[in-house]
């Protein structure tokens, strides 16, 4: 079987797979189930054409790492081909272990369990079925591995998961402010110290690639109607489990009821095959499909909350620089009292949280520019732009949504 297969990308062209080892990965269930989740959650209550997926975006971050792998051949590194498929691999499973609607349900399903966790579990059990060939790609994921820099391609500030979802969100979405020159940065990619730097001559690149993070950030991943939807999604299956362990008949498909009807900790879930196989089993249809089965419930709280995130009548929301103060929120109470909610049950239509954005952290993994006189400095100081420094600010701003059209006061 001729297992060299090249996809048609929309944001690349044609993606080749580079062996067969990758193509066997690429057709495992484990997957395959990324056709089924959604890249941006709801975003597409905003922007209709993000409608992209998971499958999408792991192929295409696969696609930048062999042109950087490349990049870096080419300016003398050596790569063994072992560390060449490796790499490819471990970006390509990066995300396998998402949930539904990607970032949307990952502190409702499990008890505040980041993808990346999950992710790792579900490598191991495909090394485990393949009798130790991704030993390597579990290595570079998790940092282990001696050369750095293969992990820096692959979770960094300046990793190809970062840039192939810059791109290809952006395509998708058509907030063109999020374009950023991809080809230019991998082409300026090097390794000085086993650390991964971008050549001076790409700092313009870099430059452009933090503000367009933080401008994305702002109009797409923290859209306030993204955020209604989501607020709305996570109370509707909160509703759900909790009517499902006070034993009342809810819909979900069985893989799904097991986490509805149980709050699954990190420790049951290594303790426990079932919790393995039914997570790997969940996407967004489940979901959707109880979103419509529940909007007909009898349970007037869990039915109303599906109906208007179905028809898209959403929640309103408010945005603060300071957290809301009691003033603001008894006019909320005030109205939801006056529709009938009890006042056990606000919490559902009335949800406070808050969101942060850093388009640079410098105190994680740096972006490091290598100097005209081979000096490698902080992109933060190696750049004239005193907006790259107020970048590593990280801006929080505070949100209340509620069922009733209502503006708050001070």
């Keep these: ?40 959650g709801l975003a597409e209550l905003v922007y209709p054409g993000a409608l992209h997926t998971r499958f999408h975006h792991a192929l295409g971050a696969m696609h930048l790492m062999c042109q950087a792998l490349n ?33 949307v349900l990952e502190k409702t399903i499990f008890a505040n369990t980041p ?38 391609l692959i979770s960094s500030q300046l ?17 063109a402010e999020g374009a950023i020159g991809t080809d230019r940065i991998i082409k300026m990619l090097d390794v000085v110290d086993d650390q991964l730097v971008v050549e001076f001559k790409g700092i ?51 893989h799904f ?7 699954v900790t990190l420790s049951q879930f290594e303790a426990d095959s079932a919790y393995f196989h039914a997570f790997t089993q969940i996407d967004d249809y489940d979901i959707w499909s109880c979103v419509k089965s529940w909007a007909g419930h009898f349970d007037t709280v869990l039915s109303s909350i599906c109906q208007r995130l179905l028809d898209r009548k959403l929640y309103k929301i ?4 300071e957290p809301f103060n009691q003033n603001q929120l008894s006019q909320i109470h005030q109205q939801l009292v006056a529709q009938g909610v009890p006042e056990e049950l606000q919490s559902y239509f009335l949800v406070q949280g808050q969101s942060t954005n850093a388009a ?19 992109i933060a100081d190696a750049s004239d732009l005193p907006t790259i420094k107020a970048l590593s600010n990280i801006v929080r701003k505070y949100y209340v949504c509620w069922m009733k059209p209502l503006t708050l006061q001070s």
């Design 257 to 263: 009821l097991l986490f509805l009807t149980n709050t």
């Design 360 to 378: 640079y952290v410098s105190s994680k993994e740096r972006i490091l520019i290598k100097m005209k006189d081979s000096s490698v400095r902080d």
């Design 318 to 321: 408010q945005f603060s620089d």
């Design 1 to 40: 079987m001729n297992k060299r297969k090249i996809f048609n990308d929309p944001v690349y062209g044609f993606i080749t797979i580079p062996s067969d080892l990758v193509f066997d990965l690429i057709e495992h269930p484990y997957f395959q189930r990324l056709r089924r989740i959604r890249q941006l």
């Design 204 to 254: 313009l690149s870099i430059e452009n690639f933090l503000n367009a993070r933080r401008l994305m950030y702002w109009q797409v991943y923290l859209h306030k109607t993204s955020i209604c939807g989501e607020v709305m999604l996570i109370q509707a299956i909160r509703r759900a489990r909790e009517l499902v362990m006070s034993g009342e008949a809810v819909f979900a498909p069985p």
């Design 71 to 103: 990049t870096l051949r080419a300016k003398g590194h050596l790569i063994w081909d072992a560390e060449w498929e490796a790499a490819q691999i471990a970006i390509l499973l990066h995300d396998v272990g998402h949930g539904p609607f990607s970032h």
């Design 159 to 175: 990793d190809m998961d970062r840039m192939d979802y810059l791109n290809r969100d952006c395509f998708f979405t058509g907030v």
């Design 115 to 152: 993808h990346e966790y999950l992710s790792l579990q579900i490598m191991k059990e495909l090394n485990r079925q393949l009798n130790g060939r991704l030993d390597l790609a579990i290595q570079m994921f998790e940092g282990s591995y001696p050369r750095h820099f293969f992990h820096q």
